[in-house]
T-cell receptor
Framework: EPEVTQTPSHQVTQMGQEVILRCVPI?????FYWYRQILGQKVEFLVS????????KSEIFDDQFSVERPDGSNFTLKIRSTKLEDSAMYFC?????????????FGPGTRLLVL | AQTVTQSQPEMSVQEAETVTLSCTYD???????LFWYKQPPSRQMILVIR??????QNATENRFSVNFQKAAKSFSLKISDSQLGDTAMYFC?????????FGKGTRLHILP
């Protein structure tokens, strides 16, 4: 069964450093998403991406964040200058249609720890 | 505000018992989808069950079923014959535009 993959599974970084979280969505999917879950809290939407541009972003997704689809398979989330409060689990998701948003498939997540 | 409320932060039941997790939500949309996601200690998000708001029939997936009350904006999850592997955090969620809105979760412990 096709699945969304994410790398790395864990990342530790120093405050102020840049991090890039990588995702490989399911191959025929066109809609991509990032969500964040701070430890002990609910999962929160960050951004959706379609046709090489952001469709929607939340208030969390400030200028420190950017997304990119650098090639035909990867979808990345970059945090330019990490803060302590960026420590969280980051989930990538993909869907084959915005209409079929109900079938967003989630990756296993990247656990980011900012020291 | 479009939100999801899970009123039970934590629950414990004996193995083989039936347990119901409650969820209410608030949306002004007429067409949307509702979900229950399971998050085990590995923290992966696993889709348990999905309900389309325009369908009156309650969704079922093996031991998992929902009680969907659209007018009341209620979407509870029933787990029958609970198993130790059901121990996890359970999130209720619904779609808004092209994103998913999650509740804060219910931590479910299945006791041997």
């Amino acid at each position: 069964e096709p699945e969304v993959t994410q790398t790395p599974s864990h990342q530790v970084t120093q405050m102020g450093q840049e991090v890039i979280l990588r995702c490989v969505p399911i191959s025929n999917h066109l809609y991509f998403y990032w969500y964040r879950q701070i430890l002990g809290q609910k999962v929160e939407f960050l951004v959706s991406f379609y046709n090489n541009e952001i469709s929607e972003k939340s208030e969390i997704f400030d200028d420190q964040f950017s997304v990119e689809r650098p090639d035909g398979s990867n979808f990345t989330l970059k945090i330019r200058s990490t803060k302590l409060e960026d420590s969280a689990m980051y989930f990538c998701a993909s869907s084959d249609s915005a209409i079929a948003v109900e079938t967003q498939y989630f990756g296993p997540g990247t656990r980011l720890l900012v020291l | 505000a479009q939100t999801v409320t899970q009123s039970q932060p934590e629950m414990s039941v004996q193995e083989a018992e039936t347990v119901t997790l409650s969820c209410t939500y608030d949306t002004s949309e007429n067409n949307y989808y509702l979900f229950w996601y399971k998050q085990p200690p590995s923290r992966q998000m696993i889709l348990v069950i999905r309900q389309e708001a325009y369908k009156q029939q309650n969704a079922t997936e093996n031991r998992f079923s929902v009680n969907f009350q659209k007018a009341a904006k209620s979407f509870s999850l029933k787990i029958s014959d609970s198993q130790l592997g059901d121990t996890a955090m359970y999130f209720c969620a619904f779609t808004r535009d092209d994103k998913i809105i999650f509740g804060k979760g219910t931590r479910l412990h299945i006791l041997p």
